[in-house]
């Protein structure tokens, strides 16, 4: 055990750091195209949004090897493409929880709101966002725990991450070199989504968590 | 000075208000009251331009609304609506200072804002200002609605059916203060019901609608007096009966109070405390007989210490019997420091409740009644 740490111990934890630098930024990405073409959704009339939203739908189930595989084709192998990949993957749950959250606050507060004498972008500020806060935290955190298992896609063109161990532990039917790239991306996984859980309570005081 | 010009309104086809022409002085209660779709919150809702007329104008202190900036105007109306509306993502304090801080208030003001009217319906700044609005009964949620609406110290204030949803004594509670409060701080307000009895307690003048039009608008007393036509005659219902005296407890006993039999929990029972908004259950034995009062204190001091709320029950409450004098129970009201008493049948079964609220409206009634006769 000892050896293989000896061995493996420092490129062990230089994945860890860029496996994480992949999946926050690529997920802070996500979140910010997220949360704007979700609002920018939310603005649609509602027939545009019925049309549009099954079509992301069908759009995120699109595995993600055939559209990285289109993305090579386009823009070559470099590390933009696994990036832009990711993101767009990130990007979905964090839309669809904006757009489904601001959808969910009650008219009530808006009519309260606007009977406050609050512009529309006051509402959207001091009130929908706040509002529709857990449920883009709850998107959040589902884009946080896919973008660590879709980071190993990086290590397919090279580009470092936990996923190279699996990948070698696989070719080299190592299965240590397998648990050694597994047990810390579940752990990442595990961590970083009670973080967003603990941010979740924090952010919403006086309200019952919805995820 | 509120004046409603020819105002007429459409959805498609159907036309709600025909040609609406009234005016509010300022400092006067107005009640709007009529049935159901008549268009009371369209007529409201055009004040603060959360509607617009699609003919006629309306004028505060002479000038024409549709010139002024639909944001900048609602900031200086202040605005009640049913279903309370508090965002529940701010504190009690957040909530009252919504439009000060819209003004640019500095904190200190917007803080000192909150205090006064807090201590105003009073709820205690330190312990309700950091609350969120889920901690709190729908009566103090929709105290703080009218608080918000109060803040920026707004000459006109809208409220549409602003109690509809409360228990009754929690609503008249409400409606006593919201009374003192106009009249305290010279408010014009234009408030909604569909309950005559709330028009006739609030109203300088009450303006009866119906299908759009105005069917009477008149002071209470006139219209009690010279009800308009058989629709208002029919609103002004009960209220209208001159018989005087209603000697026996039971003529002016609230039927139908919060009881619960004392094998229930204590969560059980705080739970419905929350939900109907009220701070006292009477409980009963298998027998459906009266046993005592559960107060919300009592819970809150003791609740976590016992299983059943038989410990938490006090007799300290005065009760009489449904076919007793009345007069002795207004005595006992007004004389001592308990808000109501529980009126009980000849079987000791409960039969209902009296509270200060109820009672001074019997007599109101009754003056009238006699006025008329
Ligand atoms: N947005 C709307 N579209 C079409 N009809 C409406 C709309 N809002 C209200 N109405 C109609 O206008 C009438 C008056 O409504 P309202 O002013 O809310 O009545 P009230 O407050 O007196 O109960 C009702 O018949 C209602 O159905
Ligand atoms: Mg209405």
Known sequence: MSAFFDAYGALLGRSILIHLGYVLASVSIGLVCGVILGILLSRLPPKWSAFLLPVLSIFQTIPGIVFLGLLFLALGMIPATVLIALC??????????????LSQVENRYLEAAR????????????????LALPSIIGGLRMSTVYTVSWTVLASMIGLGGLGDFIYQGISSNNNLLIVAGAIPAALMAVVLGAILDWLQKKATPGREAVS | MIQFEHVSKSYGRSAILHDLSFTVPDGQFLVLIGPSGCGKTTTMKMINRLLEPDGGRVLIDGKDIADMNPVELRRHIGYVIQ???????????????????????????????????????????????????????????????????????????LMDEPFGALDPMTRETLQDEVKKL??????????????????????????????????????????????????????????TVSESAPIRAEDF?????????????????AEMMARSGVDTLLVTDENDRYLGVLPIRNIRLYGRTVDSIVPLITKEVHTIHAEDDARETMEYLVTSQDNYVVVLNSDETIAGIITKNSMARVVADTLWGEAQG
């Open chain 1, 88 to 101: 767009v993957y990130a990007t979905f749950p964090i839309l669809k929880n904006t757009y489904t959250g």
């Open chain 2, 182 to 239: 106009q009249k305290q701080l010279h408010k014009t307000i234009v408030f909604v019901t569909h309950d005559m009895g709330e028009a006739l307690r609030l109203a300088d003048t009450i303006l009866f609608m119906n299908g759009g039009k105005i069917e009477q608008m008149a002071p209470p007393e006139e219209m009690l007096e010279r009800p308009a036509s058989d629709l208002v005659r029919s609103f002004l219902g009960k209220h």
């Open chain 2, 83 to 157: 279903q309370i509306g508090l965002f529940p993502n701010m504190t009690v304090e957040q909530n009252i200072c919504v439009v000060p801080k819209l003004l640019k208030y500095s904190k200190e003001q917007s803080a000192e804002i909150a205090r006064n009217l807090l201590e105003l319906v009073n709820l205690p700044y330190d312990q309700y200002a950091k609350k969120y609005p889920s901690e709190l009964s729908g009566g103090q949620q929709q105290r703080i609605g009218v608080l918000r609406a109060l803040a920026a110290s707004p000459p006109v204030v």
């Open chain 2, 253 to 269: 006993m609230r039927k139908n109070p919060y009881k619960v039999s004392k094998d229930r929990g204590v969560l059980e029972c």
């Open chain 1, 115 to 130: 009977g406050c004498g609050m512009s529309p972008m006051q509402i959207l500020v001091r009130v929908e966002l706040p």
